[in-house]
């Protein structure tokens, strides 16, 4: 059976660049990005793991703690870091999980055979402080991902889990967000004092809210 949103996150224990890590244990409380790519010093995944590393402070302001798979065994990820920190100026220092034996792969369904028999596709899953699973993207291998689109989904679902806000299409942040329809005009009105612009008795927009 595969994962869908809201399933809780398996738990799982495995070989990483920082030691042995029990994901849950590594995640705390703080929110996760689990991310899979198809194999090491390979040139999409050499950008999109120096990418990741290079928004480390974007990911820290977020409480969100990162971690990649593949299922290439340790030591070759280890001279891969190298080779990533060189060419893409940065220091990977978000753990790696060496998935030999695809348990992890096989856990978040990350191997999809008509893609590859044996590589893990790019698939990304955001899982958050309750262990539930907030967002999946699966990219092909040829394909690398946007991880300022990454960040824009974590702050959105952030608002959410926060405030009774949505966001509409293609919002950055700082843009006004959604009233959720759960929230009537009434209630909504004492619960956004910065304001909400009905626009029609089902869209409704207000100012992001301030943090508490
Ligand atoms: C890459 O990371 O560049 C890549 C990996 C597998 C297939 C195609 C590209």
Redesign the pocket.
């Known amino acids: 059976m595969s994962l869908r949103l809201g399933d809780i996150a398996p738990n799982f224990k495995a070989s990483t660049t920082a030691g042995e890590i029990d994901l849950y244990e590594f995640l705390g409380n703080s929110w996760g990005v689990l991310f899979s790519?198809?194999?090491d010093y390979?040139?999409?995944?050499?950008t999109?793991l120096g990418r990741t590393a290079l928004l480390k402070e974007e990911f820290a302001k977020r409480n969100v703690k990162v971690l990649a798979v593949s299922v290439d065994p340790l030591d070759k990820h280890r001279g891969w870091v190298n080779d990533i920190n060189e060419t893409q100026h940065c220091q990977v220092d978000f753990p790696i999980i060496a998935d030999e034996d695809r348990t992890v792969a096989n856990l978040y369904g990350m191997i999809h055979p008509n893609a590859s028999e044996t590589?893990t596709v790019r698939s990304l899953f955001v899982i958050g402080p309750d262990k539930k699973i907030k967002l999946m993207i699966t990219y092909p291998?040829?394909t690398?991902r946007n991880f300022h689109e990454v960040l824009r989904v974590i702050d959105s679902l952030q608002l959410t889990a926060n405030h009774s806000v949505a966001t509409p299409a293609d919002w950055k942040k700082g843009e006004d967000v959604i009233v959720v329809p759960a929230v009537s005009t009434e209630d909504a009105m004492k619960k956004f004092p910065k304001g909400v612009k009905v626009v029609k008795p089902y869209l409704r927009y207000t100012p992001i809210p301030d943090e508490a």
């Open positions: 790519h198809p194999a390979t040139p999409v995944c050499t999109e590589f291998a040829s690398g």
